[in-house]
């Protein structure tokens, strides 16, 4: 396995090799699909529109139509349709297992690929054969930048960046070039981890670490690939030569509350994974802390709400931050 990298560099081929005469030969497409079956037309006819050759889609057992539509009008993408919503994790995994070619792009359904983004992600992975991955930039719907890179979690980290202090980072020189938050998100380097929304794998980086744990149902699971893969000495890159369109929360405002919650869950989880000691015990404190002042916030709103929808959605919103707190949402 090639050694890691220097910080923030993205190392280049060696002199004199060059990607294949055919990338999207290479880079097959997966995408995990839940309720989004709207979005996962767009998303199937971005892909097919760049030629890609080998495209899987993993279906969490929807029940809007979404593995009627593929099968009727994308046959030449292979299908998986789950009986059972097995989580993201479960689901990515099965995704990349079914391809065949050395790189796998996976993709969330509310996305879209930018022309020429398959063939560049396919040439970087040939140009860099010490990354385990690549994120390109994210696009939101009206073509602003997405935040992709982040930091790895830490106690710190996990209260700033649920607090409003987090905002003002963008507009602070100093803190703008030190920070992954007001980074202009312009040129290739490496970085701590993308977002899962678009991850372009090498398939043998994945499979040497065994993949998403599917223990994480949904949210942090690529968190912790990325910690697993620089764990064992290949870099997380991020190359803006690549663009996706990402929607953002197509399946999760379905349930809006209990994702909300998940997404806390989650982050404790991560730290049971990779903290112990007194790391653990502060990192878990912070997003308690975090996950209590939400409690409180939404069960003040629900007592003096008037409004019988308005009321129904904090109750929701205080018993998913409730489970967190007492231990009874996944990975809480």
Known sequence: MAGATPENEAPAAPSGSR???????????????????????????????????????????????????????????????????????????????????????????????????LAALAEHLDRHPGAGLVGPRLLNPDGTLQVSCQPLPTPLHTLLADSPLWRIVPHVPVLRRRSLYGWSHDRAR????????ALAIRRAAFEEVGGFDPAFFLYYEEVDLCHRLAGAGWTIHFAPAAEVVHVGGASTVQDRA???????????????????????????????????????????????????????????????????????????
């Open 258 to 332: 209990a994702m909300a919650a998940q997404r806390f869950a989650g982050t404790m989880q991560y730290y049971r994974r990779h903290y112990s000691g007194a790391a653990l015990a502060r990192g878990l404190l912070a997003v308690r802390a975090i996950v209590l002042g939400r409690w409180i916030r939404d069960t003040v709103r629900f007592l003096v709400a008037r409004d019988a929808a308005r009321r129904a959605a904090l109750r929701a919103d205080a018993t998913g931050w409730g489970r967190v707190l007492t231990g009874r949402g996944r990975g809480a």
């Open 190 to 197: 490496v970085v701590p981890w993308v977002k899962g929304a």
């Open 19 to 117: 990607a294949s005469d055919r990338p999207l030969a290479k880079l097959a497409v997966a995408v995990v699909s839940w309720n989004t079956r709207e979005h996962l037309r767009r998303c199937l006819a971005s892909v097919e529109a760049e030629g890609a050759e080998e495209v899987v889609v993993v279906d969490n057992a929807s029940s809007d139509g979404s593995p009627a539509m593929v099968r009727a009008e994308h046959p030449r993408v292979r299908l998986l349709a789950n009986p059972g919503n097995t989580g993201y994790g479960a689901a990515a995994n099965q995704a990349v297992t079914a391809c065949t070619a050395p790189y796998v792009l996976l993709l969330n359904a509310d996305t879209r690929v930018c022309t020429g983004s």
